[in-house]
């Protein structure tokens, strides 16, 4: 499964973007889906997940109450909304797919998603 994942950009401290993660020419409502991001010179790390209903999500400490993620299968898109984004949010940020279909275990870690995206890149200037 190819994934795009866009609407990164440069944004100022306070600012918001919002981010989307669509399969190529697939669909992935039946999977759940992850947003991790990757600083440079720093290892990859847990955003958000979603169940692939959407009735469940878990988000990082790091931004909690900030971030948000939904998904809208009808478009078969998944959105991360970043609020209040600081400078130690600069990252390229990657959508990825856990493969098991209509799985009930909501992943944090990188090795449970099978398919990745080719990330875009979020930069917050103070």
């Known amino acids: 499964v190819q994934l795009q994942a866009y609407g990164g950009g440069l944004v100022q401290a306070g600012g918001s973007l919002r981010l989307s993660c669509k399969p190529f020419r697939r669909t992935f409502s039946n999977y759940n889906v992850g947003w991790f991001r990757q600083a440079p010179g720093k290892e990859r790390e847990f955003v958000a997940a979603?169940?692939?209903?959407?009735?469940?999500?878990a988000t990082a400490d790091s931004v909690e109450g900030r971030f948000t993620i939904s998904r809208d299968n009808a478009k078969n898109t998944v959105f991360l909304r970043m609020t209040s984004l600081r400078p130690e949010d600069t990252a390229v940020y990657y959508c990825?797919?856990?493969?098991?279909?209509?799985?009930?275990?909501?992943?944090?870690?990188?090795?449970?998603?099978?398919?990745w995206g080719q990330g875009t890149q979020v930069t917050v200037s103070s």
């Open positions: 979603i169940t692939w209903s959407g009735d469940r999500v």
């Open positions: 990825a797919v856990d493969a098991r279909a209509r799985s009930e275990v909501l992943a944090s870690v990188s090795p449970a998603y099978d398919y």
